[in-house]
């Protein structure tokens, strides 16, 4: 597929590596010249120099012969005008822009055909959202959910106090006493994927695939308690925070934000008049005691610097904080920040890359595409959703007989109201929707590509 990336920045360098890498023939836009000349040295991409909305550099990119445009410069109204002047020279060219301005909301859902716009894409409220769904039941640190929330993919952690430390997956059932599957285990950065003799040891994240109503007792029965979040420091005044605070007040959630800009403060308290504003360094040990860290429900850390955030978290988890979540805007030390107590890290930039990648596989699987892509295990692994279709081979023959690429597993069936966590005796039907998750190594665009 050709496609035009407009703007090479963080986000547009992920979408590069992500979709340079599944076989697409790729086109940079930038007006910086350095940025282009590492990207072209790294990929096998194309480039252009020069305004992205501008007539002449999209005819120099090939607009008219590409396939689909994603702009993710950094301003929202330069996004806008490149989808709709690319659209203008090709009326049948997909566009995605990205789009942050909480003022812009309303106004591009009900313009989106003015704009020209395939999809609009908000890496900070998507965040937002993420978020609110880890406050709002706490337990586990990531949560990715398949067929309309019925199934979920769940990470933990393994600490020393855990019953599931030193012990191996087939005797876990006796454990957890509901029927869950162990799909990657990551341990000192590297993804496995294991076998019924594996043993769990200190320091080792799980992704674990069960029915949603089956996380209740897989909780309760590993002695993690949880109580309903009522209070939430929030380090740093962004648009996540904004979008995040919103969301919180109307579950009747008392939010609290800490910001050192004044004009931001005062800003902030005026859009979110419910929720209390602190102006002050949210890097203040002195200042997070006054405001009850020890006391709070969960700390979110977002302010503009990584490090920041890091340093924050690692103090609220000492503190004892039951919930902290963790905002860091490049996941390139995966490996390090494995090792750290930071808690849930949230991504903006990786969530919203993986809804664009999940158009474009749509787009070059226009029929059996998957319905559902998230990343797990620290971008190492993938787990998709399909529907089995009149195009999907080996239906109604035992898993066990059937010959799997190599690092692909099979995690769950969805027939009709039921989940199935499947055994080699399980088979999937026509209609039914299936769980697959895979180390990433080949390509899945359908269903079929997960057989030899």
């Known amino acids: 597929m050709n496609i035009i990336i407009a703007g090479d920045g963080k986000m547009g360098s992920t979408l590069t590596r992500q979709l340079s890498a599944e076989g697409n023939d790729l086109t940079l836009i930038d007006s910086n010249p350095k940025v282009l000349e590492a990207s072209e040295e790294r990929y096998d991409v194309m480039v252009v120099q020069g305004n992205c909305a501008s007539m002449e550099v999209l005819l120099q990119a090939g607009v008219k012969e590409a396939d689909l445009l994603i702009a993710v410069a950094g301003a929202d109204e330069v996004n806008l005008l490149c989808c709709m002047t690319a659209h203008g020279l090709n009326p049948r060219l997909h566009t995605i822009a990205r789009v942050r301005n909480p003022e812009y909301t309303d106004q591009i859902y009900e313009m989106r055909e003015m704009f020209a716009l395939s999809m609009a894409v908000n890496p900070e409220k998507q965040a937002a959202t993420e978020m609110e769904r880890l406050l709002r039941y706490p337990g586990f640190l990531k949560r990715d959910t398949f067929a309309k929330g019925r199934v979920e993919i769940v990470e933990l952690r393994i600490d020393e106090r855990s019953k599931l430390c030193n012990v191996a997956l087939n005797d876990m059932n006796g454990i957890v006493k509901c ?150 805007g490049r996941m390139d030390n995966t490996n390090i920040l494995g090792n750290l107590s930071l808690g849930s890290i949230i991504s903006p930039k990786e969530l919203c ?29 993938e787990a998709m959703e399909f529907l089995v279709d009149d195009a999907t081979k080996h239906c109604g023959e035992p898993l066990k007989s059937l010959k799997l690429k190599k690092g692909v597993l099979v995690v769950c069936i969805i027939r009709g109201a039921n989940q199935e966590i499947p055994g080699g005796d399980s088979v999937f039907h026509r209609g039914d929707t299936v769980v697959i998750v895979t180390n990433g190594e080949k390509s899945i665009g359908q269903l079929n590509d997960i057989f030899e």
């Open 179 to 328: 029927k869950i599957l162990v799909c990657a285990v990551l341990r000192n950065g590297r993804a496995v994927a294991p076998d019924g003799n594996f043993v769990l040891r200190e320091g080792d994240r799980i992704f674990v695939t069960a029915p949603t109503d089956t996380l209740t007792i897989l909780l309760k029965n590993l002695g993690i308690i949880t109580h309903k979040v009522k209070r939430v420091i929030l380090c740093g005044g962004g648009r996540v925070s904004y979008y995040l605070a919103k969301q919180l007040q109307k579950s009747g959630i008392d939010v609290q934000i800490i910001e050192r800009d004044a004009e931001r403060c005062n800003h902030l308290a005026a859009i979110l008049p419910d929720s209390c504003i602190i102006h002050g360094d949210a890097s203040s040990q002195f200042l997070l005691e006054s405001e009850g860290i020890a006391d709070c429900d969960a700390l979110v850390t977002m302010t503009g610097l990584d490090e920041l955030n890091m340093i924050i978290s690692l103090y609220g988890m000492s503190c004892g904080v039951p919930q902290v979540i963790t905002k860091l």
């Open 353 to 381: 890359c993986n809804t664009i990648v999940r158009y474009v596989r749509a787009m070059k699987n226009q029929t059996g595409a998957a319905l559902t892509v998230h990343t797990i295990a620290d971008g190492q692994a």
